[in-house]
């Protein structure tokens, strides 16, 4: 399971390598919203100094998406998400293997701050 706290840098450790058939893979994240299933992919590098043990991302929840740099905009919540690999880095699952190297469940903790108030 992935947490990521909205508003903060959040590192996230996964074993990846173990499960990928390339040599040096670059990985897409998918995360669909479990309430209105929006998706977002984005990458990450990998900043793992033991890639064969396991991989390190650094995930930025920010008002701003840079999907290429791992800064991604998400709604407090629950995701589920599937991690790809590819020979270089793609927001694209055509440009990847096609092959799902892991999957689980994200928790987004937090308070969104554009969704409007509903008053009765």
Same mark, same amino acid.
Do not use: H, W
């Given at each position: 399971?992935?947490?990521?706290?909205?508003?903060?840098?959040?590192?996230?450790?996964? /074993?990846?390598?173990?499960?990928?058939?390339?040599?040096?893979?670059? #990985?897409? !994240?998918?995360f669909?919203?479990? +309430?209105?299933?929006?998706?977002?992919?984005?990458?990450?590098?990998?900043?793992?100094?033991? =890639?064969?043990?396991?991989?390190? !991302? /650094?995930?930025?929840?920010?008002?701003?998406a840079?999907?290429?740099?791992?800064?991604?905009?998400?709604? @407090?919540?629950? #995701?589920?998400?599937?991690?790809? /690999?590819?020979?270089?880095?793609? +927001?694209?699952?055509?440009a990847?293997?096609?092959?799902?190297?892991?999957?689980? =469940?994200?928790?987004?903790?937090? @308070?969104? $701050?554009n969704?409007? $108030?509903?008053?009765?």
């Amino acid at each position: 399971m992935i947490v990521i706290d909205r508003g903060t840098t959040n590192t996230v450790i996964l /074993e990846l390598t173990t499960n990928s058939s390339l040599l040096n893979p670059n #990985y897409l !994240f998918e995360f669909n919203n479990d +309430l209105n299933n929006n998706q977002i992919f984005f990458t990450s590098p990998d900043l793992s100094t033991f =890639k064969c043990r396991y991989n390190r !991302f /650094e995930i930025t929840e920010n008002d701003v998406a840079i999907p290429l740099s791992g800064q991604v905009t998400l709604l @407090t919540g629950m #995701y589920t998400y599937n991690v790809y /690999e590819a020979s270089a880095a793609t +927001l694209s699952v055509s440009a990847t293997t096609g092959r799902v190297v892991q999957t689980g =469940k994200v928790i987004v903790n937090g @308070t969104n $701050s554009n969704v409007p $108030s509903i008053y009765r």
